[in-house]
């Protein structure tokens, strides 16, 4: 679309929360930006399983009809009175929000915002923000990986896993990555992993600790959740850290905080990125290794799904059915 002032814009609304086909394609309003937001029209919108937390009701939305999604990429269409880094026509990129990517236009706080270098394309901007961003802060913030360490990541394969495999390689991390298939074994070795393991086939915690020469691993990251809860406690060495960082399988509950001091005096956190993204200078440097890192080529954005934007419930449905590797993103 130009950048002229349009009267309305198309974008996904789910007027109660469930399965994919709740969302729906609309053409719905669109107001100016207020003093400090600025108005994007995207080129490229990222896909995420997070999304499906909102969609699905794992996660509360503000009201309905609600809006989905909260990473993109595009120009600046408009900008608020008071807004002083962004003018119309730059390049920018987002990952935190608030809902509304699934759409032509989406309007959010100047603060939430990134300038996007040249080198970076709309499509790998948005396919690779969130997902980037995530792993910068699991690796160079929640636990700083040095070379050597032996780290275990579930679900390497995935959007987030590519990019993990990616980082511990170009850091000298060992990085053990489960994976569901050995195609997707091949994908994550592919990407850097030093070691996979089928855990449909093989137990994940003997081929940890065979790979470790029985140490375990300092760290486990873990994005799966439920299914993956007592085994990630397994695979720790003593006074190790568990990362949950989310629930693809569901939400780990009835933690009993007995177990981390019998395994061995386990720590365990729950972070997300507003918490270390919280403000717009912390976004951009964050946001700025992460493009170095592609930049140098250590990390490459591998886009294995593209559907138009009104096909919003068809992603969903290959993502809830662990069907796509790699990143997915919708395209207005």
């Known amino acids: 679309m130009d950048n002229r002032m349009p009267l309305s814009t198309r974008r996904i609304e789910f007027k109660q929360q469930g399965l994919p086909e709740v969302l729906n394609y609309v053409e719905a309003p669109c107001a100016a930006p207020e003093p400090y937001q600025v108005q994007v029209c995207n080129k490229a919108i990222g896909v995420n399983f997070i999304d499906t937390y909102f969609r699905s009701g794992l996660y509360n939305v503000p009201d309905f009809p609600s809006r989905l999604g909260s990473e993109g990429a595009g120009i600046v269409h408009s900008v608020g009175k008071a807004v002083t880094r962004f003018k119309p026509g730059d390049r920018v990129a987002y990952a935190t929000g608030p809902l509304g990517a699934y759409s032509e236009l989406h309007t959010l706080p100047e603060d939430n915002l990134v300038h996007l270098p040249d080198h970076i394309s709309f499509e790998d901007a948005a396919a690779v923000m969130l997902k980037g961003l995530t792993v910068q802060y699991l690796f160079r913030q929640t636990y700083r990986l040095t070379a050597g360490e032996v780290v275990l990541f579930h679900a390497a394969a995935g959007g987030v896993g590519a990019i993990a495999c990616q980082w511990a390689n170009a850091l000298g991390v060992k990085l ?8 997707k074994a091949d994908i994550a070795r592919s990407a ?8 449909r086939e093989q137990d994940v915690v003997a081929r940890v600790l065979s790979l470790t020469d029985g140490r375990k691993c300092p760290v486990v990251y873990d994005g799966v959740g439920k299914d993956t809860w007592e085994t990630s406690l397994s695979c720790l060495a003593p006074r190790g850290l568990l990362v949950s960082f989310g629930n693809a399988s569901g939400a780990v509950e009835d933690v009993a905080l007995s177990s981390l001091t019998e395994r061995g005096s386990l720590y365990v956190t729950r972070p997300g990125l507003p918490a270390y993204a919280n403000n717009a200078t912390n976004l951009q440097t964050m946001a700025d290794e992460l493009f170095s890192m592609i930049r140098q080529g250590h990390i490459k954005v591998n886009i294995h799904q593209r559907y138009p934007l009104k096909d919003a419930r068809f992603a969903h449905e290959a993502l809830s ?3 796509t590797t790699g990143s997915t993103i919708l395209l207005p």
């Open 176 to 183: 053990i990555g489960t994976v569901s298939s050995h195609k």
């Open 192 to 199: 850097g992993a030093w070691a996979t393991v089928v855990y």
């Open 321 to 323: 059915a662990q069907l």
